[in-house]
Every structure is written in C-alpha cells, then in structure tokens.
C-alpha cells in the first residue's frame, strides 16, 4: 500500500545487512518510523510491545524473525542436529509472546520444519530467508484475493441502495494492510471496492484499550481516501437499530476449523447486536488463521491477558502540530484493571468466512470443503 506516494509492506528483509525491516505501529497516526530488527530477542519484543501487530503481520513478522534465529545458530557453529536444537528454542521463544494469534505458531513451526530437511548450516541459513520471504509473498496474496471475493459481496449490497448513497461498513479493530503484509483482511474488500468506483463508508471502532481502530484504522483509510467515521466501540449497536450499518466485517486472529472466530475484544458484541438487527456478520481471514486442531473456540483458544495499564493510560498529542505524545492515567487511583485482548464468537452468530480460495458458512463442513487437503 502507498504511504505519501511511496509504496510499503509491514515488513521486509533489508538488503544490504542481516537484518528485517518493520513499521513501528505504535507511533501512528502521528509518527511514521521504521524499525531494523537485527536479532530474535529484537522480533520478540517487537511482537510482544506491539510494533507490530494483526495476526498475518505477526506471523510474518515472526518468519523474519526465525531467518535472524538461524544466523544466530549459524554463528555458533553446531551439528545439524545441535542447531535445529537451538532453532526450535528461539523459535519457542518467539511463539511465547502472543499466544491468541495463531499464524505466529504457524509461521515459526513452518520454518522449523523447512530448516530440519537442511543438513548444513549454510543451506538451514539460506531456507530461513527464503521461506521468510514467500511466507510475505503468500499473505499479500491471499489478503489481496479476500479483497476480490468481498468485492462481489459489497458490491451486491450496493443494489439495495438508494442512487449514490454508499454501502455503510462497520469494522472493529485494526484488519487493515498493516495488521498483515499488505491490502489487509477486513478492510481488503473495502480497498477494492472504493478502487472499482463503489460508494463505500466505513464506521471504525475506537477499539479501546490501544485505540487500534482510531489510530490505525483511520490513518489506513484515510491515506487511501476512503470515507470513514471513527465511533465509540459501544456506538455499533445503536447504528445498527437505525438502519445505519449495511455490512460487519472484522479480521480474526484464530478462528477454529468449525468456525469460532478469536478477535480483538468487543467482536462478539458487534456480532450480537448484528444478528439482532438481521445485518451480516462476516470475518475475513488468511487460511493461516485457521486452527485445524481446536474445535471449541471458548473452551480452548487461549485468551491473552495482557498489562492493566493499557487500560488505565491513554496515550495522545496535546498539540496537533508538534506530535508528542503523552500518557494519562483515566482509572480511580487503586482501583484493579481487567484486560482481556480478545473474546470468542461462536459460528452460529456469523454469516460467512471470506477466504483467499472464496466465501463459506462459518461451520466445519464448509471450511474443510473450502480446504479439503487439511
């Protein structure tokens, strides 16, 4: 996607060092800066303090971060069975920060397998950074065809419509080009739309604690010239009432092969309040955010949990013009924080997956007809 006229991904590898290049997320909207990761304790702090995140960012992120993990093991000089050893721990170290998104185990146990098929280090070296590579290549691709089959479906709302009003989308959270490695998962159907001439708004959730749809959300569509709105997260359901929302698409950072959906708490609100309202409630996803294993989305997808200040703090400028961002506490002093990244959607309460091979119910029959090879 263009940033300024200048075309980015979220990360990439650097040409001229061993090192991976990544956009520091947390100083948007009001800051754009990149970041050099030279080292695995580098990628696991980015991932874990949020420089980078969305699941297809995170789990591409994390490949990079496993070609930096093969140098480091490269440089040690083991036996190939002694450096494999090593590999898997860096890479446990890596899948040990966010332990919800699941294209992060995805990605690392890929380049772990392709690694052990290597007997030299030089070859375990040089498969790392190729695979980092196409793991990138693979999510735009597949984020860029969700946006060509999300298309058809905005584009057959849009015949419900009076001449020139435009089709109203709510989305929560950050799903845009930057929670992946380009064009997004949610917001990839929105881009192609706008692009094809389709009048199209967007209502955007805060999405409280981080702000990630204020700050991320807003800025993405914004550069792209997308109309939008920022709302409070609590402000879809009253839209929803008055006629005011046509669409719900989120992203997902797990969804279980019988059609959970893990997402950015307040999901499973939204997709409350549009089964009450008769408004389609759709996730957009990579077929790496599928968890073949886990059949039971609340029972067994693991809730991250993460610091109360989140929660307590906000972070914002005071002057519009100088960008310096300040932290201020919102909590009664003493009072205890609760933060709870994500929440479960069941696959009762949402009308379809829109995936890179096409659009299917939310239910293990569709997915695995979609997928047959899993």
Known sequence: MLVDGKPYRTVWLESAARSVGIIDQRKLPFSFETVELTSTEETASAILEMYVRGAGCIGAV??????????????????????????????N?????RPTA?????????????VREKDSADEKVQIARDLARI?????????????????DLIRS???????????????????????????GSATSPIYAA????????????ETRPRNQGARLTAWELGKHGVPHTVIPDNTGGHL?????????????????????????????????????NGIPFYVALPSSTIDWETRDGVAGVPIEKRGSEEVAMVSGVTDEKIYEETDVWIVSPGSPVANYAFDVTPSRLVTGLITER????????AIHALFPEK
């Open 62 to 91: 994390a490949a990079h971060g496993m070609y930096l993990a093969s140098e480091e093991c490269r440089e040690k000089g083991l036996s190939s069975v002694d450096f494999d050893e090593c590999f898997r721990k860096k890479g």
């Open 93 to 97: 170290e890596l899948c040990a920060t």
């Open 102 to 114: 699941v294209n992060l185990e995805w990605a690392v146990n890929r380049q772990i397998e392709a």
């Open 135 to 151: 793991i990138s290549d693979e999510d735009a691709t597949w984020c860029k065809q969700i946006g060509e089959h999300g298309l």
């Open 157 to 183: 709302l849009l015949s419900n419509k009076e001449s020139g009003d435009p089709v109203n989308i709510l989305t929560h959270c950050n799903a845009g080009w930057l929670a992946f490695v380009d064009h």
């Open 194 to 205: 706008h692009d094809a001439g389709i009048p199209v708004h967007v209502w955007v959730d």
């Open 240 to 276: 929803m009432q008055h006629g005011m929302v046509d669409l719900v698409i989120t992203g997902t950072d797990r969804t279980t092969h019988t059609g959970d959906v893990a997402n950015k708490i307040g999901t499973y609100l939204k997709a409350l309040a549009a089964k009450d």
């Open 358 to 365: 096409g659009i299917c119910e939310a239910s293990e029959s």
